[in-house]
């Protein structure tokens, strides 16, 4: 039973988008502040801090999670996944991403590596998700600049492909 | 808005986890999923000295389902729930309540017994506990005991669990077989707080009603199978018994509304479901 | 349409191509302003705010915070005030407007004290130690109540809260109105809120002592006006404020405009703490205090003739502008005052104009800008002018349209409209739009006994900002004096590298619009090469590029001015590329065209010389190019249109340049069991001039109608009736998710402006003019009532339709001995009684003894006496697991021993502030002594803004807890033992 004292830092040993990382933190740092500023994977947006936004979504041990309601010190140890991890080469983009700018489904690009991450996960959780499904999931989100329909149908233009087979670009 | 300072304690076993509570005199608070307790830290509204998670305990996250009641452990997630194989048989009105819970992401990570721990008046799953007669299963060094749903909320966001105790699981009996169950509710928008919440449960002799988000915890009723004027005088003695109050989502004309029209509705689609 | 002009001309302008920007935002490596780079020895600050909308500060005692390890510095109002001037007030006013409180407060969460520390949880910390002595003032919070002279003065040496009133006739209203066959009248309010970037502000700011210069990286959005009001408050000439943009900023909509004042903070904070010091907004912070749109009263009167034709409006507006005037306010009242008859030949116009200051956060840009105040008014009162004359409101705005073959097109108030065939844009939207259909479904619907109601507005969405219109808010002999403003310079830089390749840097700072990917296709197009061959930069840096006072992101100002000044920078230098390629090519300079990557003669096209060889020349051959003037190499083009003018002596202001028309038409269902408002139909017709990118064009219109369905149905920055804010989350300030923004049917007509070189205008902020007015008069048609005011809330729908409220049953009356207060209305008040075993003078002893209090205060930790009838006590309250400590200071009066008291009490704490008043009095009884009590409290701070449903239980708890104490206590006193049972069923079993 490890007690980690307030004024302490120590090691979080994690994967990050499948690499193996460790930094230091200290009891009360916020995963969403642990992986921007101490990991450098900026890519993670902070809105609202209280889990209402979205921006901040990504993935812990394979489910969708909050980064702002999480401990940098509840990691140790779990499998974290970014918006930095899902193209699948540096230049190329995966089927959902370049669903997105096909769609127009960003304007600022702030709440989209959220939006990303929890779709990602419901597409591959359930290849099968239908418009209910992606309307539901796409519900912790906030955007302010797109009015969502892009969104939707970038999703829906992204599952239909994956589920064809449809390989990154 | 980042937390205060506080220690924090991965506790390897549930007796590890007590130890802290006994040790902190109520200055010391559980995290499971997190999703109640981190907004509170990072806005500083809770400033505990010790947070203990408990997410790592070893087997906190299997359900048990004996003799149609589905025990519920501390570290089982909402969305672990909502997929439970058969839980539309074995309890439809969880099934039925489960998707209001916060959004998609939330259910991922939050716990169903952090959720009942945290006792927000407009809870679902508080209210599902009461509507469905549950209990609480709490645990300490002292030992454990078994709270009654109904018992147990004693007031907003407040509860029988004593300071050194932590909700180790909750009992939700089962579907009874000549029971109808239905839940609405109504929020301002997709995944809010509920302004009010209703669960029915409708028997050949009786409707049972439990309304959430109006007072500070859920309130039960238990009433014969009235039906027409009846049943409409018995839900406005209800809403007007529940003594709702204005906020900037509601005001108290529309909560009592609510009672009325939801209660109805929610009432009508229990009934369907026993036909 | 704009795709079909493209297309035929072969060209990228027009076209919808995939945007540059995107690639990088969604692989996670955009550059937004907590992305970049720390720069060495970065400090991090943190803002205490005022949990008091109205109090003078006594005293600000920072010495904890200060000796907290890792703290660097506490910047306060004394020190913002001895390193820097207030920011400039738009109207001449005895009004000190700084960043920071100084000596008051006067709204909630104005900045009090600044923490700068080693990062930003330790600042936090450092803020908790931060003692405040505030003397709470009066709070004014309704424009109503800034009106009434009996309420004190927010800025005492101006001794008014009507800090401004203008007055204004064009043509000849009072002859109008009194000839009118009608005289219709629409009094409406339009609320508080904003569209909340999910980006919020962030500074980052250093301070060369040596030099004395800062430097300021922020995700200030424009204008840059607002460069010389920052540069002025921080003491220095312009060429020592630095200020840059980062690369990308995750959306304003105005809003950004509102991180200036932290600018000037932060950079004292950089400066006082010897270090760069960065500042990263949280949402808290945001929603409480960044910037608001205003509320506005407005009471909109037409005359009218029998057949709808409108012959005059009168417009009396009360403008809300918080606390501050803050710069460039009043530009909110004023941004409209060349549209003020919106898309209608409206000849004689009356405008009565205040503007009050209030205790709630300042005002400032916001999509739309004045827009939606003006329209909720004027298209409410088309509907109402339909309803009361029983006309088809869409021949009641038919009837009013600007003719079609009147553009340009002078309005009464001196506006230039520069294009349009409204008749005809309507005429297509009715029909393309399925108006028949919707008006066949609102029967079938109310057949059925459904609430389905239609609602249309046609509105004017004016672009491109005149520098000049604000000045309208002076008289004209004031004007004279302070010389003239006018304009909208725009800045745009097209340059060739030594291998020919093409960069083009504009003044504008994108968040989200696209810039990159626009300005590519047009500088492409103009040099006949592939947009994919154009690099466009777009972050700003005041030290290094080319700006103006206009230059910035606002005012729907991009595809108008910007994109078109970048075309012109472009056609500067392809016609100097035309004379280098004539002497290469040889032909004259007139014969040479741009295409396919090559300069090439318009009637032999195989004689032709390739692009980069030709812009790469001026590099190395300019002797061969024949140098100076004639050589190209980078252009910069300054360009402001000559139809904005400063306002004439007859306060006529063509306001902006551009004047796009917009009519929509929807069909809404309400349930009228919940007052759910259920959008079915809307259908939305924009006329913005020539589209450069459909798919953008469609992104702005989608994101301005999701704006305006918040602004209509959900978001309102609430505030109670005594100042305290209430939405300080995004749980209370509800933005709408994709559950309640249904997709709007987007139709598109072009008329060309001939003001612009691209013949574009704006389009980014027209729904979020029509829509509410649309959505209101759609609601109001359903109910038969009319809507006043947003947003349009179930309670608000429910409290119409709902008819007669089933009576409370006897059996259902509050039970009388509770001791919890019932809690009535949206402020705290109770009332409530108990029963004690003890007599009458033991209870008094008990109640009114110090030394006792402290056992029986809930959570109290220790009671000191400050004077005879004065306590202070040291407590820790709670609900569940939100506790805070405070310090409760309790003052006894009235005292009528042993019957009655009065006391009235404070608390302060990290959390926020209370206070109360409560009177008590204690009644001999046959078993003992009945204790009653009444009180009213009010809440502030944080707890009040995101707490708003733990305040009510809280204060039952307390008081529960406080009583149960109470009657243990005495009980003690009076030598009683036992009797828990009765106790217990008092205090412990009511619930």
Known sequence: MPRLRRDETTSVRFTLNGEAVSRRADPRMLLSDFLRHECGATGTHVGCEHGVCGACTIRIDGTMARACLTLAVQVEGAEIETVEGLAPEPGRLSVLQDAFRRHHALQCGFCTAGILMSLDTLFSDEPEADEVRIRDVLGGHLCRCTGYEPIVRAALDAVSRLRSGKTNV | MKPALFDYVRADSLDEALDVLAAEQGDARVLAGGQSLLPMLSMRLARPRVVVDIGRIPGLDVIEAAKDVLVVPAGLRQATLLVHPGLERSHPLLAAALPWVGHAQTRARGTVCGSVAHADPSGELPLCLVALGGSVRLASKRGRRSVD??????????????????????????????????????????????????????????????????????????????????????????????????????????????????????????????? | MGVGFAAESGRHTGMSRLRVEDAALL???????????????????????????????????????????????????????????????????????????????????????????????????????????????????????????????????????????????????ETAFAAAAHRITVSVAYPRNAVTPIETYGVIAQYDPHAGTYDVTANFQGPFSIHAVLSRALKVPGNRLRLRTPPDSGGSFGVKQGVFPYIVLVSLAARIAGQPVKWIEDRLEHLTASVSATNRLVTLEAAVEADGLITALSWDQVEDVGAYLRAPEPATLYRMHGNMTGAYAIPNVAIRNRVVVTNKTPTGLNRGFGGPQV???????????????????????????????????????????????????????????????????????????????????????????????????????????????????????????????????????????????????????????????????????????????????????????????????????????????????????????????????????????????????????????????????????????????????????????????????????????????????????????????????????????????????????????????????????????????????????????????????????????????????????????????????????????????????????????SPEPVIAGRGLTGSGAAEFAVSQQELWNTLLDPDTLAGIIPGCHSVTRVADTHFRADVTLGVGPVKGRYTVDVELSNLVEPASAILSGTARGALGSGSGRGHVWLEATGAGTRLSYEYEARVGGKVAAVGGRLLDGAARMVIGQFFKALGRQARKASGQAGNAGWLARLFGGTR
């Open chain 3, 27 to 173: 692989s996670g490596s955009g550059q937004f302003i907590d992305d970049l780079a720390k720069p060495a020895r970065l400090a991090h600050a943190a803002i205490l705010r005022s949990s008091e909308p109205h109090a003078l500060i006594r005293s600000i005692d920072v010495a904890k915070a200060r000796a907290l390890p890792g703290v660097h510095a506490v910047v306060t109002g004394e020190d913002v005030r001895s390193l820097s001037s207030p920011l400039v007030v738009g109207v001449k006013l005895p009004m000190e407007c700084w960043p920071i409180a100084v000596d008051r407060v006067r709204y909630v969460g104005e900045p009090v004290a600044i923490v700068v520390a080693a990062d930003r949880y330790v600042a936090e910390d450092g803020l908790d130690l931060i003692e405040i002595d505030y003397e709470p003032l009066p709070a004014v919070v309704t424009p109503h109540a800034a009106l009434d002279r009996v309420n004190p003065p927010l800025h005492e040496a101006i001794g008014t809260n009507l800090v401004n009133e203008r007055r204004f006739s064009y043509g000849d209203p």
């Open chain 3, 375 to 817: 329209y909720f008014a004027l298209e409410r009162l088309t509907a109402k002018i339909a309803a009361e004359l029983s006309l088809d409101p869409v021949a009641v705005i038919r009837r009013n349209l600007i003719p079609s073959d009147a553009f340009p097109y002078r309005t009464a108030t001196g506006g230039l409209y520069d294009s349009g065939d409204y008749a005809g844009a309507l005429d297509i939207a009715l029909r393309n739009g399925r108006y028949q259909e919707l008006l066949a479904r609102r029967d079938a619907m109310r057949a059925q006994g459904r609430l389905y109601g239609i609602g249309h507005a046609a509105v004017v969405e004016p672009s491109v900002s005149n520098m000049g219109y604000v000045s309208t808010v002076m008289t004209p002999a004031e004007r004279a004096k302070a010389g003239p403003k006018n304009g909208a310079q725009a800045t745009a830089t097209v340059a060739l590298d030594p291998v020919g390749s093409v960069s083009v840097h504009v003044a504008s700072v994108p968040q989200g619009q696209g810039h990159r990917t626009v300005l590519g296709q047009v500088v492409a197009d103009v040099l006949g090469i592939r947009p994919e061959d154009v690099q466009v930069v777009t972050e700003l840096d005041t030290a290094r590029d080319a700006w103006s006072i206009a230059s910035g992101n606002y005012a729907s100002r991009f595809a108008p001015a910007v994109a078109g000044t970048a075309k012109l920078a472009a056609e500067r230098i392809r016609d100097k590329l035309a004379a280098i390629a004539a002497g290469q090519i040889n032909v004259r300079p007139d014969e040479v065209i741009f295409e396919g990557g090559r300069a090439l003669a318009r009637h032999n096209p195989d004689n032709a010389i390739p692009f980069a060889r030709l812009a790469a020349m001026s590099h190395w051959a300019p002797a061969t190019v024949g140098g100076g003037e004639v050589q190209a190499l980078r252009e910069t083009v300054y360009w402001t249109p000559p139809q904005l003018a400063a306002p004439d002596s007859e306060d006529h202001v063509n306001s902006s340049l551009c004047h796009g028309f917009i009519f929509d038409f929807c069909g809404v269902e309400i349930d009228r069991e919940t007052g759910r408002i259920v959008v079915d139909r809307y259908v939305t017709m924009h006329d913005c001039g020539t589209i450069l990118h459909p798919a953008m064009v469609d992104g702005q219109v989608r994101g301005g109608f999701a704006n305006a369905i918040g602004a209509a149905l959900y978001e309102e920055y609430a505030y109670d009736s005594d100042g305290a804010f209430l939405a300080g989350t995004f749980a209370d300030y509800l933005v709408p998710t994709v559950a309640e923004v249904p997709a709007p049917e987007i139709l598109h007509f072009e008329t060309a402006s001939p003001f612009t070189p691209l013949g574009a205008k704006g389009v980014g902020e027209g729904n979020c003019m029509s829509t509410p007015a649309a959505l209101a008069n759609a609601v109001s048609d359903a109910l038969g009532v009319g809507i006043e005011r947003l947003p349009m809330t179930p309670a608000m729908i429910r409290a119409i339709c709902g008819g007669a409220e089933p009576a409370r049953p006897v059996s259902a009356e509050a039970p009388a001995n």
């Open chain 2, 149 to 275: 749903a109904r018992e147990f909320f004693t007031g907003l966001m407040s509860t029988d669990r004593r300071e050194d105790e932590m909700i180790e699981a909750l009992a939700f009996p089962g579907a009874k077989r000549e029971a109808g169950y239905a839940f609405r509710e109504f929020g301002r928008r997709h995944g809010d707080f509920a302004i009010v919440s209703v669960a029915a449960i409708v028997t050949a002799v009786a409707i049972e009603i439990s309304v959430g988000g109006v007072n500070d915890v859920p309130a039960r009723r238990v009433w014969p199978r009235l039906d027409g004027s009846a049943l409409d005088d018995a839900l406005n003695t209800l809403a007007w018994e529940l003594d709702a109050r204005d906020d900037i989502h509601a005001d108290q004309r529309l909560r009592r509304d609510l009672v009325r029209s939801l209660g109805r509705s929610t009432i009508a689609e229990a009934s369907r479901c026993l036909a």
